[in-house]
């Protein structure tokens, strides 16, 4: 596939360490490269006044911007950069990722019994432009003991996720509904980012 401008579209660059987006992106045949990570530290935090979605949009976007940055100056082959952020919604408040086994045991607490939003945003840097899509899900967790979310802390799978779960591991068995998206509690919508890239002209597959 290639560009109007004739740029070549594959591969495109994943500004992400994450292994559940990377594996998601293979699901549905994205060709892709992990871009090296740059100079640029970007500070996950909500402004004063910032709307949550408003923050996961920032973050999403920032990414993608500090990626396309990071291929220009580096000198690398020019291609669409892709970056996403997902983050656990409870009232005003964005949970973020724990740091350290009492914030974990805090948030997944907070969360029991409840629940909660859960919204990713894709964005993708081409040329001059940024595109986006979000996703937002409503997930409910049964209520949980202290003695299972102490287990599950132990285990250590709460420490690289938002909201201090994972859908895909083991806490799958703490979540009774969910409406929504599964891959997109996950980490990556994969409808919405099929869509956005077809929308650049990429169509996975």
Same mark, same amino acid.
């Given at each position: 596939?290639?560009?109007?401008?004739?740029?070549?579209?594959? #591969?495109?660059? /994943?500004?992400?360490?994450?292994?559940?987006?990377?594996?998601?992106? %293979?699901?549905?045949? &994205?060709?892709?490269?992990?871009?090296?990570?740059?100079?640029?530290?970007?500070?996950? %935090?909500?402004? #004063?006044?910032?709307?949550?979605?408003?923050?996961? %949009? %920032?973050?999403?976007?920032?990414?993608?911007? !500090?990626? *396309?940055?990071?291929?220009?100056?580096?000198?690398?082959?020019?291609?669409?950069?892709?970056?996403?952020?997902?983050?656990?919604?409870?009232?005003?408040?964005?949970?973020?990722?724990?740091?350290?086994?009492?914030?974990?045991?805090?948030?997944?607490?907070? /969360?029991?019994?409840?629940?909660?939003?859960? &919204?990713?945003?894709?964005?993708?840097? *081409?040329?001059?432009?940024?595109? *986006?899509?979000?996703?937002?899900?409503? !997930?409910?967790?049964?209520?949980?003991?202290?003695?299972?979310?102490?287990?599950?802390?132990?285990?250590?799978? #709460?420490?690289?996720?938002?909201?201090?779960?994972?859908?895909?591991?083991?806490?799958?068995?703490?979540?009774?509904? /969910?409406?929504?998206?599964?891959?997109?509690?996950?980490? /990556?919508?994969?409808?919405?980012?099929?869509?956005?890239?077809?929308?650049?002209?990429?169509?996975?597959?």
């Amino acid at each position: 596939m290639k560009a109007a401008s004739g740029t070549a579209l594959r #591969p495109i660059y /994943l500004a992400s360490r994450s292994p559940r987006r990377k594996d998601l992106l %293979r699901q549905i045949g &994205v060709d892709f490269i992990e871009l090296p990570e740059g100079s640029h530290a970007i500070l996950e %935090r909500p402004r #004063p006044h910032e709307s949550p979605r408003d923050y996961v %949009r %920032r973050i999403a976007q920032t990414k993608a911007a !500090v990626g *396309w940055h990071t291929m220009s100056t580096q000198g690398l082959p020019r291609h669409p950069v892709l970056a996403a952020d997902t983050e656990v919604i409870v009232g005003n408040d964005v949970l973020g990722k724990p740091a350290d086994a009492a914030h974990a045991t805090a948030m997944l607490t907070l /969360l029991s019994g409840t629940t909660h939003e859960v &919204v990713t945003v894709v964005a993708v840097r *081409w040329n001059a432009r940024m595109h *986006w899509v979000r996703s937002s899900s409503l !997930v409910t967790l049964r209520g949980l003991s202290t003695q299972e979310i102490a287990r599950y802390v132990a285990g250590g799978e #709460p420490f690289d996720k938002a909201g201090a779960y994972g859908i895909q591991g083991s806490a799958g068995a703490f979540i009774s509904h /969910l409406s929504g998206s599964y891959t997109g509690v996950m980490g /990556l919508p994969l409808y919405e980012t099929a869509g956005l890239l077809d929308r650049i002209g990429y169509h996975a597959g």
